[in-house]
């Protein structure tokens, strides 16, 4: 009786055996795919040529062969809209910066809640919308008290040039190109398509970063001369729409990419 025992045992653990090699693997369960809304980061990197701008010491000379050096240079970048590949866009909404050589950090900024997408390009104006310019006072970006509001003239300075230059007269220039309406309005829209596709999502974020070179301010398009009165511009004119239409070409991609949480 005991070596029945001993059979039926050995019976046993045999079945358990042959099922357990039997047994088939647990499934694998796929990685979902990353749904929800991600970030898009834009550093603006300020040059003269090939070399970073530096602030009142560093000599650089323009289309016309003239020595300048830069004091100030604001400009701003609203209205920004991500280009996705099918076409569509995503607006941000509040979108005014004010971009400072001489102010840390504002250079960059975030678009929040960028919807999942393939996205192509980046499309901004250069100034501030004629909405705003005549919605009164403002406030962030916006306020009056960055220099960048004609009181006298109710309207913004789109984009603010200053410095010295042996050329200019009286030694300096100040070049402040507004107007937002009419032939010598100051506004213009730049479309900068990115390198690759960017992917972006919740855990996924765009960077990019875009160079702005001054050279182009001065000739990008036609050579402005400190020498054939652009050494102050303080209104709308002929001369301040030849720098609006140059500095819509100052800029470029540097690099776009995205990161991985």
Not at 142 to 162: H, P, R, S, V
């Given at each position: 009786m005991?070596?029945?025992?001993?059979?039926?045992?050995?019976?046993?653990?045999a079945?358990i055996?042959?099922?357990?090699?039997?047994?088939?693997?647990?499934?694998?369960?796929?990685t979902?795919?990353?749904?929800?809304?991600g970030?898009?980061?834009?550093?603006?990197?300020?040059?003269?040529?090939?070399?970073?701008?530096?602030l009142?010491?560093?000599t650089?000379?323009?289309?016309?062969?003239e020595?300048?050096?830069v004091?100030?240079?604001?400009?701003?970048?609203t209205?920004?809209?991500?280009?996705?590949?099918?076409?569509?866009?995503f607006v941000?909404?509040?979108?005014?910066?004010?971009?400072q050589?001489?102010?840390?950090g504002s250079?960059?900024?975030?678009?929040?809640?960028?919807?999942k997408?393939?996205?192509?390009?980046?499309?901004?104006?250069v100034g501030?919308?004629?909405?705003?310019?005549?919605?009164?006072?403002?406030?962030?970006?916006?306020?009056?008290?960055?220099g960048?509001?004609?009181?006298?003239?109710?309207?913004?300075?789109?984009?603010?040039?200053?410095?010295?230059?042996?050329?200019?007269?009286?030694?300096?220039?100040m070049q402040?190109i507004?107007g937002?309406?009419?032939?010598?309005?100051?506004?213009?829209t730049v479309?900068l398509?990115?390198p690759?596709?960017?992917s972006?999502?919740n855990?996924?974020?765009?960077?990019?970063?875009i160079k702005?070179d001054?050279?182009?301010w001065?000739?990008?398009l036609s050579?402005?001369?400190?020498?054939?009165?652009?050494s102050?511009?303080?209104?709308p004119?002929a001369?301040?729409?030849?720098?609006?239409?140059?500095?819509?070409?100052?800029?470029?991609?540097?690099?776009?990419?995205t990161?991985?949480?």
């Amino acid at each position: 009786m005991l070596s029945n025992f001993k059979q039926i045992s050995l019976i046993a653990i045999a079945a358990i055996s042959i099922s357990a090699c039997n047994k088939r693997p647990d499934p694998v369960t796929p990685t979902p795919a990353p749904t929800g809304n991600g970030e898009m980061g834009f550093t603006f990197m300020n040059y003269v040529g090939d070399k970073q701008l530096t602030l009142g010491t560093e000599t650089y000379t323009n289309c016309a062969s003239e020595d300048f050096k830069v004091t100030r240079f604001n400009y701003y970048i609203t209205n920004v809209k991500l280009i996705r590949t099918d076409g569509t866009e995503f607006v941000q909404p509040e979108s005014y910066h004010l971009i400072q050589q001489d102010v840390a950090g504002s250079n960059h900024f975030h678009l929040l809640d960028v919807p999942k997408g393939d996205y192509k390009a980046v499309t901004f104006m250069v100034g501030v919308d004629s909405a705003r310019n005549t919605s009164g006072a403002q406030d962030g970006a916006l306020a009056q008290d960055k220099g960048m509001f004609w009181t006298w003239n109710t309207g913004y300075i789109m984009a603010k040039l200053e410095g010295t230059s042996t050329a200019a007269k009286g030694g300096s220039f100040m070049q402040h190109i507004g107007g937002f309406k009419g032939e010598y309005t100051g506004i213009r829209t730049v479309t900068l398509p990115f390198p690759n596709t960017l992917s972006i999502n919740n855990k996924a974020e765009g960077e990019a970063e875009i160079k702005v070179d001054i050279l182009q301010w001065f000739g990008a398009l036609s050579c402005v001369s400190f020498a054939n009165d652009a050494s102050n511009i303080m209104m709308p004119s002929a001369t301040s729409k030849q720098i609006a239409d140059n500095y819509a070409k100052m800029f470029s991609i540097n690099s776009a990419t995205t990161v991985q949480e």
